[in-house]
């Protein structure tokens, strides 16, 4: 009997990946004995890391359906291929690998995400476009813009300007008048090749369906979405999607937020929310089900970001991934679900199945206690030389923790202004949101952070 195999199409450039997408995967699909292999570009810079996390690397001259058509054909010679799938929140300039996995997947007769709806999430201007056909919730207006403020005169400020595809919350600015959103602009058009979690995440250059008369045309680089921007608190819902069947899991309240000028730092996150009923929820939930059967979604995770506005909930992003920081612990510890585990099963073809609380109308609310993920970041950029993090005296159970790290940036540089560079995070339980809060600030105030303007070695060349 040949070996079961899980193959991961890797699309990314970067010598460093900023995520770990295929690594837990692969952790999972380990688990039940199914070796792990990753087609990747003969040109990638990050080979040896796909080297690191697979049983075996696969090269291609790109990753195209023919090349990797032809490489799959090749390891299932040896091997019973199971699975094939590629990160689906990640564009790159090289172009979206999800519809090189659907055209595969079909000729092989694999399971997989449909890339139409995928890219109905992944492209901001396309979201807002499906959105806006959503009868009963209160239109949100927005403009894919190129630099010609012309076109945005009907606008009213405050605004946020956003990279059409992105992560991290690369380059996203809250803009108060015309001035600011010329000089978020400018900012954005000069820094853009040097912002990973914006230019990594660009895809290519394309015209767009538009509810307007004629297509627009999307630039990498020049290109932004221009959206009103949206008052009230402000959380996150954790859905499966099941063959079209919506299941939230669970929801988080961002109770303390920062904006830098061309980024937003979130720093405290919990559940349950404190600002939010439960009939507040029940309606969330239920804009948020509209949502998603307007984008097509019919199966995989969806972390999706709303604000429960004066007119109601209103969603700003509609992401298919988990949710970062600590959402996979999160479900493990609250819900009893590997989220990674059950991506596997459905990518391998093997039933999905979840526990009947998931199952209900509503997220888990936790009763015994208030869980936050926690996020520290350093007080400007620059490289990290050293990081002491305090011992502090807490009400608050430390669950886990991340200490200092590169978070994927290159060359360990922490580009605070510009995206979400954290240097430590963690994941708690408390008797009350009090105890929480007072936990973050004790810990904000007493970490120690030395930060340099030149990497040590280049510290090094000048003395």
Not at 19 to 34: C, G, M, P, T, V
Not at 189 to 197: E, I
Not at 201 to 214: Q, T, Y
Not at 422 to 433: E, T
Request: hydrophobic share 40%; with cysteine.
């Amino acid at each position: 009997m040949k070996p079961e195999i899980l193959i991961f199409i890797d699309n990314d450039y970067l010598s460093t990946s900023l995520y770990l997408y295929r690594e837990l995967h692969f952790q999972a699909a380990a688990k039940e004995d199914i070796k792990c292999i990753t087609i990747i570009a003969k040109d990638s810079k990050n080979i040896r890391e796909a080297s690191n996390e697979s049983d075996e690397v696969f090269l291609v001259d790109s990753i195209e359906t023919s090349e990797v058509l032809c490489a799959v054909e090749r390891l299932s010679r040896k091997y019973s291929v199971k699975g094939l799938f590629c990160y689906p929140a990640h564009v790159t300039p090289r172009g979206d690998a999800n519809h090189v996995v659907e055209d595969v997947a079909k000729q092989c007769g694999l399971k997989y995400y449909s890339a139409e709806p995928l890219e109905n999430c992944n492209n901001k201007y396309l979201m807002r476009s499906k959105l806006s056909n959503i009868k009963g919730v209160s239109p949100v207006n927005f403009r894919l813009f190129n630099g010609n403020f012309e076109t945005i005169n009907d606008f009213k400020f405050p605004v946020v300007m956003k990279p059409v595809y992105g992560g991290g919350s690369a380059l996203v600015s809250i803009c108060e008048d015309r001035k600011s959103l010329e000089k978020a602009y400018s900012h954005f058009m000069q820094r853009f090749p040097d912002v990973p979690g914006a230019y990594s995440f660009s895809g290519a250059e394309k015209w767009l369906s538009s509810p307007e008369v004629d297509p627009v045309l999307y630039t990498p680089g020049v290109s932004v979405l221009i959206e009103e921007f949206i008052d009230g608190p402000e959380g996150s819902l954790e859905c499966l999607i099941i063959d079209g069947n919506i299941h939230p899991m669970l929801i988080f309240e961002k109770i303390i937020t920062s904006n830098t000028s061309n980024t937003v730092l979130e720093k405290v996150i919990v559940t349950p929310p404190q600002s939010f009923s439960n009939d507040q929820i029940s309606m969330i939930v239920s804009t948020i089900s509209n949502s998603i059967k307007a984008l097509k979604v019919k199966n995989g995770f969806l972390h999706v970001e709303f604000k429960l506005s004066k007119n109601g909930p209103q969603v700003i992003e509609v992401n298919p991934r988990l949710g970062g920081f600590f959402v996979d612990e999160a479900l493990k510890d609250l819900c009893s679900c590997d989220a990674y585990a059950l991506n596997v099963n459905y990518i391998t073809g093997k039933p999905v199945t979840i526990g009947r609380g998931l199952a209900e109308a509503l997220p888990i609310l936790p009763e015994d206690a208030v869980y936050a993920m926690l996020l520290f970041y350093p007080t400007r950029s620059g490289y990290i030389k050293a990081i002491k993090f305090p011992g502090i005296e807490s009400a608050c159970e430390i669950l886990s923790q991340v200490l200092p790290t590169t978070n994927g940036h290159k060359d360990g540089f922490f580009d605070v202004e510009n995206e979400e560079a954290y240097i430590a995070k963690m994941w708690v339980r408390a008797a009350s949101i009090h105890e929480i809060l007072h936990a973050h600030k004790e810990y904000e105030r007493n970490i120690k952070v030395e930060i340099s303007e030149y990497r040590e070695d280049k510290l090094l060349e000048q003395s």
